[in-house]
């Protein structure tokens, strides 16, 4: 049991190295910038009403069309950390008060929401527009395309409307001579998990430490004999990462039913009168046994993030190994963020000295452009 867990002590050491190979640009703190861009009514409120204010579906209904771009910072754990701007159906690229330079200059992912039940033909010439004009200022961003609304499709209806929305945005763009610009499609419902699963793999392109955490992970599974672990962001259900092994919708949904259950129990019996706010601390964990010979275990890892993982029955009867090795796991997530929270500390003080020195040479009372 020991030397389960010292290789896993030992592995530990050696992640420092990677995350300390950012390679970002000076700013002081790295947030990035996801966009939702699409046509009026496509469902860009929605999805975001959805993930992040757990909205009910149902009530999107009544949503009122965005007139203006609504931004919004979400950051509820310390490696989901990013900004979402919601903007309106139709953005005018010529009007000159739309400054869409600076817009796409601090942009990571650029999702663009197709309404698959709608007649596409306007939404791909407004998504060629968009990526070209986008990929212009910014090559760096991920373009993420959700084909919206699938729950009206039968299964294979959505296959081939996936198939036919790929072709004819790809050839728009190798038309154009643009083929290096590479769009990843999704098929998304607000009505299912497929919404938090595609914004699951958009945030995870974000994280640069995933390398990092995907690798724990699958040490810590290969040494405690479990087959799948996910470690989620409790407030959105996204799961920022996960072991190497290929994830399966179902696994996916179970285990966003288990943090369901475990939030609602604890909202119910787990705060007393005098405590608000989010029911989940140090003492949060769960054992679900499955009717199929599995068992789920869920278990809190920092203040926002959990470990759900999936266990044979057999190997969960050594779950003091299990323990021990999740005991090592966290301590080296605490290290990741420690080494995240000091490149940034470290990348602040630097951008502030370039700013001050600046300043000193064009002297104190010169004005000048922050170059953050
Ligand atoms: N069937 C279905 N309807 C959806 C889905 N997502 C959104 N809708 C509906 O689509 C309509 C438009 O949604 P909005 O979120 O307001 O669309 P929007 O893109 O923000 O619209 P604008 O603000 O006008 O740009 C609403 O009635 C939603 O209920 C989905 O996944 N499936």
Known sequence: MNFDALLFCDW?????????????????????RILLMGLRRSGKSSIQKVVFHKMSPNETLFLESTNKICREDV???????FQIWDFPGQIDFFDPTFDYEM?????????????????YVEALSRLHLTVTRAYQVNPEINFEVFIHKVDGLSDDHKIEKQRDIHKRANDDLADAGLERIHLSFYLTSIYDHSIFEAFSKVVQKLIPQLPTLENLLNIFISNSGIEKAFLFDVVSKIYIATDSSPVDMQTYELCCDMIDVVIDISCIYGLTDSEAGLP???????????????VMYLKEVTKFLAMVCFVRKDSFERKGLIDYNFHCFKKAIQEVFDVRVKV????????????SKLTVANGAGGWLSNPL
């Open 12 to 32: 530990m050491l050696d992640c420092h190295v990677q995350v300390l190979g950012f390679s970002d640009s000076l700013n002081g703190e790295v947030k990035p």
């Open 75 to 81: 950051s509820s754990s310390s490696f989901v950390s």
């Open 103 to 119: 817009i796409f200059r601090g942009t990571g992912a650029l999702i663009f929401v197709i309404d698959s039940q709608d007649d």
């Open 280 to 294: 989940y601390d140090k003492e949060s964990m769960a054992i679900i046994h499955l009717n199929n010979t599995r």
């Open 344 to 355: 940034q500390q470290n990348r602040k003080l630097l951008s502030q000295r370039r700013w």
